[in-house]
């Protein structure tokens, strides 16, 4: 038998599920206001432009809510920056990489590229956040339009990146995001220096 290591919690694995399924309303509905002419059928998904400005809003505070708790879960996580990070990021993960025997710097319980994600996701989330309150509680403004649209752009590219990577790419993670194990020999291939740190080895 396999002999499985749990990666994340349950908390963990809820606090990702709200972020990821607000995220992905906020990012549908938000194109389907910003190119209203190309993708304005978007809202029409979820019941026509005005329901589609409640789900917006109100998933904003789903969003903002587990971005919060976020902070004592993977944003912790992303801070621990290492040299083998440095290094890992310089080649890629090895993703792009002709040589496939090439030893790829040793990881903790998330990747360079995961951290970096992560501490991208965070900032812009939080300026989305704000700006996204504002332009719903108070008059809009250009500024604040302007900010909102170019962080809704990069998660609009980020996300699905990460949705590749954690899926078709690397096949077993999306595993840790349902039922948070993963195979013991998979966790010391992928992240090392964790098993090492928790003692699974």
Same mark, same amino acid.
């Given at each position: 038998?396999v002999?499985?290591?749990q990666?994340t919690?349950?908390?963990?694995r809820?606090? #990702?599920?709200?972020l990821?399924?607000?995220?992905?309303?906020?990012l549908?509905?938000?194109?389907?206001?910003l190119?209203?002419?190309?993708?304005?059928w978007? @809202?029409?998904?979820f019941?026509?432009?005005h329901?589609?400005r409640?789900i #917006?809003n109100?998933?904003?505070i789903?969003?903002?809510?587990?971005?919060i708790?976020s902070?004592?879960t993977?944003?912790?996580?992303?801070?621990k920056?290492?040299?083998?990070?440095?290094k890992?990021l310089?080649?890629?993960g090895?993703y792009?990489s002709?040589?496939?025997?090439k030893?790829?710097p040793p990881?903790?319980?998330i @990747?360079?590229?995961?951290?970096?994600?992560?501490i991208?996701v965070?900032i812009?989330?939080?300026i989305i956040?704000?700006?996204?309150?504002?332009?719903?509680?108070?008059?809009?403004?250009a500024?604040w339009?302007l900010?909102? @649209?170019?962080?809704?752009?990069?998660?609009?590219?980020?996300?699905?990146?990460?949705?590749?990577?954690?899926t078709?790419a690397n096949?077993?993670?999306?595993?840790?995001?349902?039922?948070g194990?993963v195979?013991?020999?998979?966790?010391?291939k992928k992240h090392?220096?964790?098993?090492?740190e928790?003692?699974?080895g």
């Amino acid at each position: 038998m396999v002999k499985m290591i749990q990666k994340t919690t349950a908390f963990e694995r809820i606090v #990702h599920l709200l972020l990821a399924l607000s995220c992905l309303a906020l990012l549908l509905t938000g194109l389907g206001f910003l190119y209203q002419q190309e993708l304005g059928w978007l @809202n029409t998904i979820f019941g026509g432009v005005h329901i589609a400005r409640g789900i #917006h809003n109100w998933g904003g505070i789903v969003f903002i809510v587990s971005l919060i708790f976020s902070l004592g879960t993977w944003v912790p996580e992303c801070l621990k920056w290492t040299s083998d990070d440095s290094k890992w990021l310089g080649m890629l993960g090895g993703y792009l990489s002709r040589e496939k025997d090439k030893e790829i710097p040793p990881q903790g319980k998330i @990747n360079a590229g995961q951290k970096l994600l992560g501490i991208v996701v965070f900032i812009s989330g939080v300026i989305i956040s704000i700006s996204g309150l504002i332009l719903w509680l108070s008059v809009p403004s250009a500024l604040w339009v302007l900010i909102h @649209n170019v962080c809704a752009l990069l998660f609009a590219v980020f996300v699905p990146v990460h949705i590749y990577l954690a899926t078709a790419a690397n096949p077993g993670t999306f595993r840790i995001m349902t039922r948070g194990d993963v195979p013991l020999y998979w966790a010391k291939k992928k992240h090392p220096k964790w098993v090492k740190e928790i003692g699974a080895g």
